[in-house]
């Protein structure tokens, strides 16, 4: 037993190394630009660390604003070592995903080997590979914003609340930590109480005895503690602010967009067909979320799991698995499949119930050779998905320009350059990132009066000035008798315009296909004032 142990961790040793590279081959070059979400952490980590305050000058925030969408702090506060080591660079923001993804691999592996639904030793092998090399997975580990690190903190929380369960006590380390992954990400903030209801209520027989009445206290105290910033939170406009389905007047609507955000959540041919997410940055070209053969185990564990309700293991899973999409389907009127990562873990799970039952009915000589086939392909189609079309296909999505527009920038320190933002209000923020703007200057034109009324989202007025560049609508009446460089895109400043206005053209940035993006054009104000 202790020779095949050892193997068994020789095997998952290897999955990691193979997990390792899928999340951290090029980082810092797939996705080729940061997005604006990745952005905001980053300078707003960088704006912690040199100056104590976030962008806006608020000191050590509890939600910081980003956009109005007032994210949970702890994924920025742990950014700050990797920005103070390695810099203020993309890989520097994505290289905490890929680090709690490796022990995500780990936690799959775990789970299976303690929830006594499984009877075959390799199960638990082969789901840790699965959750390794599947796309949605490998995606999000190489994302450098809260929703990775929210939903495996979350599932490691629930490992060990599991853990403690199968050992009839409530776990203290468990609590502890799905009661740190609500600041993490928003849907932790819904989920982890309703979770803990349901597991309180399923398994009240195991909790509420006398051996565990102190652990019991104990837990419920330092659960209560660790909430005092999230409960001062629920007074301010700041904690409410991802709960749009409530919005609709029509109970009606909001009872039918809530029921018909779950089931597509949880529909197969969302999962292992066509992604249901209509922002393309959240996916990559031509491959689901699962590998589409994987939906055979699926099916089949739905069943076991169905056969194995009333076990306790079969009981804890289908919490685990109903309750996760229940936060991303109150979120919105649109699909998001970042909301409900949450549901990664138990699906994989599902999937190794269904394998488990294959592998009692085939030999494993001849399953293995079927199975490894299978995932070796389906990585070769991922790999031309991610590595080759995504950076090509999807670059559009991810700001790209951005990074480019503001060396330009920088090569020119005494031309003041107008970016439109119509359409794009939140660039701003990568223009921040790229230029290293000095936190403590870009904060000088918040008032302390918005500081003050930080957590009531007060408005802004999204025009922004720094450096030597300003961000906002263009105006036509104004700009144009200025010099300097009006930068935009074919809807923007269009050939027309250019030529009635008399603007040279200057520079253009293209995507790696070739298109143009952005063009810069430089103003002619004597010549445009000659010929009015």
């Given amino acids: 037993m202790k020779i095949k142990l050892n193997f068994a961790h020789v095997l998952l040793l290897l999955i990691i190394l193979v997990a390792s590279f899928l999340y951290f081959y090029k ?22 660390l040199t100056t104590g305050k976030d962008e806006f000058g608020k000191a050590f925030p509890l939600a910081f604003r980003f956009f109005g969408a007032y994210t949970p702090p702890l994924y920025v506060y742990l950014v700050i ?21 490796l022990v995500g691999v780990l936690v799959i592996y775990r789970f299976v080997r303690k929830l006594a639904l499984f009877s075959s030793p390799a199960t638990a092998l082969l789901a840790a590979l699965i959750f390794a090399t599947s796309p949605w997975v490998i995606f999000y580990a190489r994302i450098g914003y809260e929703v990775t ?26 609590l502890v930590l799905l009661s740190l992954s609500t600041y993490v990400a928003h849907a932790e903030r ?35 503690l660790t909430q005092i910033p999230n409960f001062f939170l629920m007074t301010t406009k700041a904690f409410w602010v991802k709960n749009a389905v409530f919005d609709n007047p029509s109970l009606t609507v909001m009872v039918n967009d809530f029921v018909s955000q779950l089931l597509t959540y949880l529909s197969p041919r969302a999962l292992f067909g066509i992604s249901p997410d209509i922002n393309l940055q959240h996916t990559a070209p031509e491959i689901p979320l699962f590998y589409s053969w994987l939906i055979i185990p699926f099916l089949i564990g739905l069943y076991q799991i169905y056969q194995k309700v009333r076990t306790p293991g079969g009981k804890f899973l289908l919490i685990f698995l109903l309750t996760a999409p229940i936060p991303g389907a109150f979120s919105g009127h649109f699909i998001s499949i970042q909301r409900v990562l949450p549901m990664m873990v138990p699906l994989i799970l599902i999937i190794a119930l269904g394998l488990d039952f294959i592998l009692r009915k085939v030999k494993l000589i001849f399953f293995l050779p079927v199975f ?35 060396e330009i920038v920088k090569s020119k320190p005494e031309t003041t350059f107008v970016i439109d933002t119509a359409r794009a209000p939140t660039t701003y923020i990568g223009f921040l990132f790229y230029l290293q703007y000095p936190p403590a200057e870009y904060q000088k034109q ?9 957590y009531a989202n007060p408005p802004l007025s999204g025009n922004y000035r720094f450096a030597n560049i300003e961000l906002r609508p263009i105006e036509w009446k104004r700009d144009i008798y200025v010099e300097q460089i009006l930068v935009g895109d074919e809807l923007t400043i269009s050939s027309d ?31 445009k004032r000659l010929n009015r």
Avoid: C, M
């Fill in 149 to 174: 690190f929210g939903y495996l903190l979350y599932s490691l929380g629930a490992l060990f609340v599991w853990d403690g369960l199968d050992r009839r006590r409530l776990s203290t380390l468990g």
């Fill in 446 to 454: 918040f008032s302390s009066d918005f500081v003050k009324s930080y």
């Fill in 497 to 527: 315009q250019a030529k009635e206005h008399f603007l040279e053209r200057v520079f253009e940035i293209r995507d790696p296909n070739g298109k143009a993006l952005l063009f810069g054009y430089q103003t002619n104000p004597q010549k």
């Fill in 81 to 101: 070592p990797f920005i103070k080591l390695f810099g203020l660079t993309a890989s520097s923001l994505r290289v905490l995903s890929g680090i709690v993804t």
């Fill in 372 to 406: 490894f086939l299978l995932t070796a392909f389906s990585l070769l189609l991922f790999w031309r998905s991610y590595w080759v079309l995504f950076p090509k296909e999807r670059a559009a999505y991810w700001s790209y320009g951005v990074e480019q527009l503001s």
């Fill in 27 to 48: 980082i810092g070059e797939v996705p080729n630009s940061l997005s604006d979400d990745e952005a905001t952490v980053g300078y707003n980590a960088y704006s912690i």
């Fill in 190 to 224: 819904y989920l982890v109480p309703l979770f803990l209801l349901l597991i309180f209520v399923a398994f009240r027989q195991e909790i509420f005895i006398p051996a565990n009445r102190n652990r019991l206290r104990a837990g419920l105290i330092i659960l209560l």
